[in-house]
């Protein structure tokens, strides 16, 4: 099967080969001895959360701290 990579760097797989792996959003791109490899990958939401508040230097104790604020 073939796929063309347009001018704005963009691929649409063909649909008898996504049929064949499981549904994703997201793939991992690597190069491997000259070759792209797109592996499915799903984003977990809750790490994405995690990570986030991270990011955001956000603490389980700020967390704690709000919470039982709100519940005054």
């Known amino acids: ?3 063309k990579l347009t001018s704005k760097n963009q691929i649409t797989l063909p649909k008898a ?3 064949e792996v499981e549904a ?3 793939f991992d791109v690597t190069v491997e ?3 792209i490899v797109l592996t499915p990958v799903r ?3 809750a790490q994405a959360v995690r990570q986030k508040l991270e990011e955001l ?3 389980e104790q700020d967390i704690e701290d709000a ?3 709100a519940r005054k």
């Open 1 to 3: 099967m073939l796929a």
């Open 17 to 19: 080969t996504v049929s």
């Open 24 to 26: 994703a959003e997201y």
């Open 33 to 35: 001895r000259g070759r």
């Open 43 to 45: 984003v977990q939401q």
């Open 57 to 59: 230097g956000i603490t």
């Open 67 to 69: 919470v039982a604020w």
